[in-house]
């Protein structure tokens, strides 16, 4: 399995780079991942549709999306992983979300709750889950 992260915007706060940092880190002593950071504006879509890797299948992130907990996270990004070329790439929208054709063509939507974040708290609350994820497909004690 490979994840990719698809996000718009950069992460310019030191404070929340290192944090973002120290999770790719984690992640790739597992997996290997990447961030592509996207650019905010007119042509974001083809941005978006450039950056998601080719066979992969794409989990867009959205308040309406399905809900999981970390355990059934798990199970479900395993299950991705283990589809077509064994790419998952999980796209984050910038202040005005994901672009409505990226979203309406991605394989599956997901949420990371019911309440809006900023799409900088998001990459991080991803990254972490996905961190958190490996773990407990690893038997690892980090997720108690």
């Not at 592509?36 to 007119?42: A, N």
């Not at 080719?54 to 355990?71: K, P, T």
Request: one cysteine or more.
């Amino acid at each position: 399995m490979r994840v990719c992260v698809v996000a718009v915007g950069r992460m310019k706060e030191r404070g929340l780079r290192e944090v973002v940092d120290d999770y790719l880190g984690r992640i790739r002593r597992h997996v290997p991942c990447d961030e592509i950071e996207v650019r905010e504006g007119k042509n974001e879509q083809d941005a978006i549709r450039a950056a998601i890797p080719s066979g992969a299948l794409v989990v867009a992130l959205e308040i309406g999306g399905r809900e999981y907990d970390s355990v059934g996270f798990a199970r479900q990004l395993e299950r991705w992983g283990s589809t077509g070329k064994g790419v998952v790439a999980f796209l984050i929208g910038g202040a005005d979300g994901i672009p409505a054709a990226i979203s309406k063509a991605a394989t599956e939507r997901m949420s990371l709750g019911r309440m809006t974040l900023a799409h900088r708290i998001a990459r991080i609350v991803l990254l972490e889950q996905i961190y958190r994820a490996t773990t407990i497909l690893r038997g690892e004690p980090y997720h108690r």
